[in-house]
């Protein structure tokens, strides 16, 4: 299987509207789980999530300077990126 190489935007672009998987839709809720308080406080999670608004999350994550939100910030997106 081939790379894909795809920009983060060119996957938020493709996202809208796109509910997310059953994989990346738990990664989102983990997320605001474990670092809402502390990433992602100015988010209001969603119940059924789209891939464009886990993405989100996982750039919000990726900002933090907490190895452990860039590695779920990771996966976030790899999942997103299998979804599409």
Same mark, same amino acid.
Request: hydrophobic content about 40%.
């Given at each position: 299987? #081939?790379?894909?190489?795809? /920009?983060? =935007? %060119?996957?938020? $672009?493709? #996202?809208?509207?796109? +509910?997310?998987?059953?994989?990346?839709?738990?990664?989102?809720?983990?997320?605001?789980? =474990?670092? #809402?308080?502390?990433?992602?406080?100015?988010? %209001?999670?969603?119940?059924?999530? /789209? +891939?464009?608004?886990?993405?989100?999350?996982?750039? &919000?994550?990726?900002? $933090?300077?907490?190895? +452990?939100?860039?590695?779920?910030?990771?996966? +976030?997106? $790899?999942? &997103?990126?299998?979804?599409?």
């Amino acid at each position: 299987m #081939g790379m894909d190489h795809r /920009t983060f =935007e %060119q996957l938020k $672009e493709l #996202g809208p509207g796109r +509910i997310a998987s059953d994989n990346v839709a738990s990664l989102y809720h983990l997320a605001f789980q =474990e670092f #809402g308080h502390q990433a992602l406080w100015s988010r %209001q999670p969603s119940a059924h999530p /789209t +891939i464009a608004q886990a993405l989100i999350v996982s750039d &919000c994550l990726r900002r $933090e300077v907490n190895q +452990i939100t860039r590695s779920l910030a990771a996966q +976030i997106k $790899e999942a &997103c990126r299998a979804a599409l």
